[in-house]
């Protein structure tokens, strides 16, 4: 069998399984990708747009483990699990203190940042075929503190970050606000990432790689899959409706559901939803010359062209609780007062409020793998707020696996036995 002839079935239409197809179909596969939604329109449509070069350093940190205690008293703060999940969150809980030992952050961190090492050029490759690199902007971003004491709790990370090769420089006084005057003079010391890709509009660059894999032959079919069965010793994606979709091997790109199909074949993940907020201004009364981060609050401000996009924040609550919009708009009350002159009454549509599920491992690595239980299933999931930064890589690695070519990193740190 040649290569032109081998079928590939991706099961999930985010910007990872958009990435893949796209790659699989350059390298000659015949492609089917799969989603009950149209591709992007899920947890891929609203994230913060970044292509976050710097962020090596995984969720669970010393410091992040020094600070959950407080956060988690504030429903609407960086991190919230509500009191009715906490039992199911338990064993992912003791999981992730674990990976908050320093020796396992190191080594999350090298996995991390060889993973981001490539990452540009990847995402730029896929860009530059579908002819929309120009909607990869340098923008830079700036993380921001208010007060030396708020920077040097962050200092070690940033240490770690420069060890790992990450450019950034550290400003303080007056030069802050020179970088992003709209700030409150409150913010007294900033690290200013000049790397740091902000795209035009996520949705938009994951539905224009979409449009350009479909038109270069890959097949988008609607539907919901039930599992990923077996059939005359291939691989048989079993739709809820509709004919299933036979292939030689299947790409498993299903986000923060992916390890409900996983569970059929025995093959156990821990993984957990980010439930990420935002509210997007289309029309804000203030413009910003870059992303910025305030990280000791956890959510970012993104300047795209659909609008002035508030969002971050983790919340641990599972796939099926109903959205708590209150903590969107507790960061809509943040960014006002770190941005003084915001007023978002003066948007002429008024804020959009949106909820999103980022699949999260506890050791903030993504699966990136041939399954540990069936040889003709491949895994890519589990990559937290980190996707469209991580999308390019992820394809090229996938598709770099299928075609037993070597990769270009180490991959044991992402291999799906690890758990």
């Known amino acids: 069998m040649t290569q032109t002839d081998r079928h590939i079935a991706i099961v999930g239409a985010g910007i990872i399984g958009i990435c893949c197809a796209h790659e699989l179909r350059s390298r000659g596969f015949v492609v089917t990708l799969i ?60 999981r992730f203190w674990r990976a908050s030992s320093a020796a396992q952050v190191r080594r999350s961190a090298e996995a991390i940042s060889s993973l ?43 240490d770690m970050r420069r060890e790992l090769g990450v450019k950034f420089d550290v400003v303080s006084g007056t030069d802050v606000r020179s970088l992003e005057p709209a700030l409150d003079a409150s913010f007294t010391h900033a690290v200013h990432i000049p790397d740091w890709l902000v795209v035009t509009d996520p949705f938009e660059i994951g539905h224009d790689i979409a449009t350009d894999a479909i038109a270069r032959g890959v097949k988008f079919r609607s539907g919901s899959v039930r599992a990923i069965g077996s059939e005359g ?46 509210t997007t201004f289309a029309t804000p009364n203030i413009q910003l010359k870059q992303q910025v981060t305030f990280a000791e609050h956890g959510f970012v401000v993104s300047p795209l062209t659909c609008g002035m996009r508030i969002g971050g924040a983790v ?30 009454a003066s948007d ?16 903030s690595l993504p699966v990136i793998s041939r399954s540990s239980v069936r040889s003709d299933v491949f895994c890519a999931f589990g990559h937290g707020h980190m996707g469209l930064t991580e999308s390019g890589s992820t394809a090229q690695l996938i598709a770099d696996l299928i075609t037993e070519r070597r990769p270009a990193i180490d991959m044991d740190p992402f291999r799906a036995g690890r758990f």
């Not at 120009?134 to 709790?153: A, N, W």
């Open 233 to 278: 010793g291939k691989p048989l994606v079993q739709m809820d409706r509709g004919e299933d979709v036979a292939a030689d091997y299947v790409v498993l790109a299903a986000g923060a559901w992916s390890h409900r199909l996983t569970r059929d074949w025995g093959e156990h993940f821990p993984l957990e939803t980010e439930r990420g907020y935002n």
């Open 116 to 158: 981001l090492g490539m990452s540009v050029e990847a995402l730029t490759r896929i860009t530059d075929a579908a002819g929309i690199s120009h909607k990869l902007r340098p923008m830079g971003d700036i993380h921001v503190y208010q007060g030396r004491r708020q920077f040097d709790s962050s200092r070690w990370g940033w």
């Open 35 to 94: 989603d009950r939604d149209e591709p992007c329109t899920g947890t891929s449509w609203g994230n913060a747009g970044a292509i976050a070069v710097a962020e090596t350093l995984p969720l669970a940190s010393p410091g992040i483990m020094a600070k959950a205690p407080r956060w988690l008293l504030d429903p609407t703060g960086p991190l919230s699990v509500p009191p009715s999940y906490l039992p199911t969150m338990l064993p992912w809980l003791y």
């Open 348 to 363: 002429t549509v008024g804020g959009v409020e949106w909820m999103g599920f980022r699949p999260s491992l506890p050791d």
């Open 315 to 344: 919340e641990f609550a599972g796939l099926d609780a109903p959205p708590n919009y209150a903590r969107s708009k507790a960061m809509v009350k943040k960014a006002q007062r770190f941005f003084p002159e915001f007023d978002p």
